[in-house]
């Protein structure tokens, strides 16, 4: 029993970081369908801005996630620009093949600045961790949920209830007739990427001081955004949410009573059952955006 | 073909003859991960034996001639660790190799070694099937998990453990490490609990440790690179987890968990093949000494000493074969390889035949020191 309570706080922290980079990964991958495989390493770059801020400068710890989630969504507008504003209305292999470029480019890009060396960032808060009962978490990993449950609800107000948002979709909806109606595509093109790339940023500064720092950490993420973007469907904001949790809790039970060297492969077989039960997504209601 | 692949190909034409211009040096070619995701290691390594190169050439070379080391990156991937060495071979012309960082790189490279008769000093790598596959152009100077493992059960009823878990890397490394510490410590009458398994890239392992703070056993073993470990000792902490741990392999950094992680890490021991920081606890402590000032002197970070000694002790055994084969022809190092009795940092370098009778590989027997965590310093147990 405690230990199964165990693992449901486990897999409940754990999901609400998924549930942040798939949310990002929904925006580019799911509503732009740019197949962006360097979503991990804006969530590596966000990692190494807490890392060159709060260690290297000895700015504020909390000042430094911010930073680097600003940073990460300016990144993100650059790479947009720079590389696939040219390319709209281009064959989506072509935007996966110029992201793919990206990533071995930012990867290796990390390694010549930062070595391969893994780096750690030190938390403000205290070692010892809470304990109720025989449960235990980490301070430092209740913040980290707390933070990413507000940018999960931030995320999707802003898809909602927003000026911004509502272009958003009417966009990705119907990009002709949104033209049409005064909306200029370009800057909703520009804002969604580097967006989708600021989630991932903040995802990378929340988790990077709970785990290491370094250039290889976004490989494994961007594995996992995918598989998050395909669980909830494509496109679908509460669905990717969702799915983060969903697949945390696969993980983490399947590691807890199946096998710990299947721990990764749980959530792929997941994903393939899905897919043949229902492809359109757990959470897939009609074609809908947003 | 556009200006700038001519301009490459002329390029690279011109390295070449640069290259074959050099004829006066011995030339042994390096084969290590200098990108990737075990770089850190494999740069360490390269350094170490850039110095070993540099004290010997200091002092004449070898035969009267330098020993020019050729440097080659396998990305941490087992393929191009193959077409390095095919590189190194065919077209550097190396008179022997030192690589290639693991054994699942050493195994992908070991086909090479046979097909062009080329010897090569494996520096790290723990599987039992790099000696055991019979290839008898390969040379061990790392430890498999069964002998660190039989050197480690010495100092077993030290410890006076009733039950143990592992958590080890899922790979042949960590699988044969939990195999062989298991299997000597049942033989000491100790329990062997759960074996608990990671992917190498995992970041998060807090799964298998609630699993693991839920049994009654008295001590973790722990087999897996430095990164994976730190994550470990966090999570343990995190989840509240209080045993001793002990971890094995010989790539920890404990001076480096224990300057990060504080008193996460405190009631940890650390099995190495080198302990820089206790240099007279060394076999050899003026071998240890040594290549310790010479790392200093050159700024080299600190706590890459633990493993840039293998990177030293492989070019140390390599050039003493040179010496003893009077010739840079890579048969008859082979066959001078078998004679090598000398002095490394972590102890006597000396191969006994082991493997496939009629091809049998080298291994050597390396020392196993053990370091402990105590109040966030680094202390012999």
Redesign the interface.
């Known amino acids: 029993m405690?230990?199964l309570l165990?693992?449901l706080l486990?897999a409940l922290i754990?999901g609400s970081t998924y549930a942040l980079l798939g949310i990002g990964l929904t925006f580019i991958f799911g509503i732009m369908r740019v197949v962006n495989f360097a979503h991990g390493e804006f969530y590596t770059f966000g990692a190494y801005m807490v890392y060159l801020f709060s260690v290297t400068l000895g700015v504020n710890f909390l000042l430094a996630i911010v930073i680097a989630i600003v940073l990460g969504i300016l990144l993100g507008a650059v790479v947009e620009w720079l590389l696939l504003s040219k390319h709209r209305g281009a064959d989506i292999d072509t935007t996966m093949l110029i992201m793919i470029g990206a990533w071995i480019i930012m990867q290796?890009a990390e390694?010549l600045l930062w070595?391969?060396?893994?780096k750690?960032i030190p938390m403000p808060f205290p070692?010892?961790?809470l304990?109720v009962g025989s449960v235990?978490?980490?301070w430092?990993?209740l913040f980290v949920f707390v933070m990413a449950t507000l940018l999960i609800i931030g995320a999707q107000m802003l898809i909602q209830r927003t000026r911004l948002g509502k272009a958003m979709r009417a966009t990705f909806q119907d990009t002709a007739t949104a033209s049409l109606m005064g909306i200029n595509i370009n800057m909703i093109y520009l804002a969604t990427f580097a967006l989708g790339s600021g989630l991932a940023a903040a995802a990378g500064a929340l988790?990077g001081p709970?785990?290491?720092v370094?250039p290889?950490?976004g490989?494994?993420a961007v594995i996992k955004a995918f598989a998050i973007v395909i669980l909830g469907g494509l496109g679908n904001m509460k669905g990717a949410a969702l799915g983060g949790f969903v697949l945390a809790l696969v993980?983490?039970?399947?590691?807890?009573y199946v096998?710990?060297?299947y721990?990764?492969a749980m959530g792929f077989l997941l994903i393939i059952l899905v897919l043949m039960v229902k492809p359109t997504g757990l959470f897939a209601r009609t074609e809908r955006i947003g | 073909m556009s200006r700038l692949t001519k301009m490459a190909l002329m390029a690279s034409v011109l390295a070449c003859s640069v290259a074959g211009a050099a004829a006066d040096t011995i030339k042994i070619g390096i084969n290590q991960p200098l990108?990737?995701?075990?770089?850190?290691s494999g740069?360490f390594i390269t350094d170490g034996a850039k110095l070993a190169a540099e004290a010997i050439n200091e002092k004449g070379g070898v035969l009267g001639k330098q020993l020019e080391l050729v440097i080659e990156d396998n990305k941490s991937n087992p393929s191009e660790a193959a077409a390095a060495a095919e590189k190194l071979i065919s077209r550097d012309e190396v008179s022997a190799m030192m690589g290639a960082w693991g054994s699942s790189f050493t195994l992908a490279v070991m086909p090479k070694l046979q097909e062009y008769g080329i010897p090569m000093v494996v520096e790290t790598a723990s599987s039992s099937k790099v000696t055991s596959a019979g290839n008898p152009w390969v040379f061990r100077i790392a430890p498999t998990s069964e002998m660190e493992a039989k050197a480690f059960g010495q100092l077993v009823p030290e410890f006076a453990m009733k039950k143990v878990d592992f958590l080890v890397v899922?790979n042949d490394w960590g699988l044969g490490a939990a195999g062989e510490f298991g299997k000597m410590l049942k033989e000491q009458g100790v329990e062997v609990g759960m074996t608990?398994?990671?992917?190498p890239?995992?970041?998060?392992v807090?799964?298998?440790l609630?699993?693991i703070?839920?049994s009654d056993a008295d001590t973790l073993f722990v087999t897996t690179g430095?990164?994976q470990l730190?994550?470990v000792f966090?999570q343990l902490?995190?989840?509240?987890v209080n045993r001793r741990v002990i971890t094995t392999g010989g790539s920890q950094f404990p001076d480096r968990l224990a300057e990060?992680?504080?008193?996460?890490a405190d009631n940890s021991y650390h099995i190495l093949f080198f302990a820089p920081w206790f240099p007279d606890a060394a076999a050899n402590p003026e071998v240890a000494h040594g290549y310790i000032d010479q790392w200093n002197q050159k700024g080299y970070?600190k706590s890459g000493l633990s493993d840039g000694f293998r990177g030293y002790d492989a070019i140390t055994a390599i050039a003493a074969a040179v010496e003893a084969a009077g010739s840079a022809d890579p048969e008859a190092i082979r066959d001078a390889l078998w004679k090598v009795d000398v002095k490394g940092v972590n102890g006597n370098i000396k191969f006994q035949k082991v493997g496939v009778e009629g091809s049998e590989s080298g291994q050597s027997s390396p020392n196993v020191y053990v370091v402990e965590i105590k109040d966030g310093k680094l202390a012999l147990p």
């Open positions: 405690d230990q165990q693992h486990n754990l290796n390694q070595s391969g060396v893994a750690s070692e010892d961790p304990t235990s978490v980490a430092a990993r988790l709970i785990f290491i370094i290889t950490m490989n494994l993980e983490e039970f399947g590691a807890g096998s710990s060297g721990r990764d | 990108t990737g995701s075990v770089a850190a740069n899922n608990e398994t990671m992917d890239a995992a970041q998060d807090s799964a298998q609630a699993k703070k839920a430095y990164e730190s994550l966090k902490k995190a989840l509240d990060q992680l504080g008193s996460a970070d």
